[in-house]
């Protein structure tokens, strides 16, 4: 979660990256988890379609179409990840991705690999409810595991 904005992505009108306001960021968060929504729920549904079209068309849509619905996807993901980091600043909390450490005020915790997977899955989807079950799928990539795995 960088709080870096990106040179390469344009900004939506009214963005202003170096807002002091949590108001304004937790706005841009909202926005741009929505448009990501709604981009991975248009891909979703396209896809299938394009499957049933000649190659030359498939070829043709994808190239003009999906490509650039998936690079506006990753830009929007890029923007999510600045507003994040940039709540984060804000708020006086900060995550060291290489430590594995996070910190608030004058604390500092240092978290095993696991855990700091767990956290930052739960800091992305925040604040959505995550059954136990996608847990354990997005988390530790198993939908097999128990969910009593969860709890330890």
């Not at 430590?99 to 690999?113: A, E, F, G, H, N």
């Not at 097999?144 to 969860?150: A, D, F, G, I, N």
């Amino acid at each position: 979660m960088s709080t870096r904005a990106s040179s390469t992505d344009p900004l939506l009108e009214g963005e202003d990256p170096n807002t002091h306001f949590p108001r304004d960021v937790r706005h841009w968060i909202a926005v741009y988890r929505e448009m990501i929504e709604f981009n991975e729920e248009l891909l979703d549904r396209v896809r299938p379609q394009i499957e049933r079209l000649p190659k030359a068309a498939r070829a043709e849509i994808v190239k003009n179409d999906v490509e650039m619905l998936e690079s506006q996807l990753q830009r929007y993901r890029r923007r999510l990840d600045f507003w994040y980091g940039r709540q984060w600043q804000l708020e006086g909390f900060q995550i060291d991705h290489d430590q594995r450490t996070v910190s608030y005020m004058d604390r500092t915790i240092m978290l095993t690999k696991r855990e700091f997977q767990l956290f930052e899955l739960l800091v992305s989807r925040s604040p959505s409810f995550i059954t136990p079950n996608r847990l354990l799928v997005e988390a530790w990539h198993d939908g097999h595991l128990p969910q009593e795995t969860l709890r330890t």
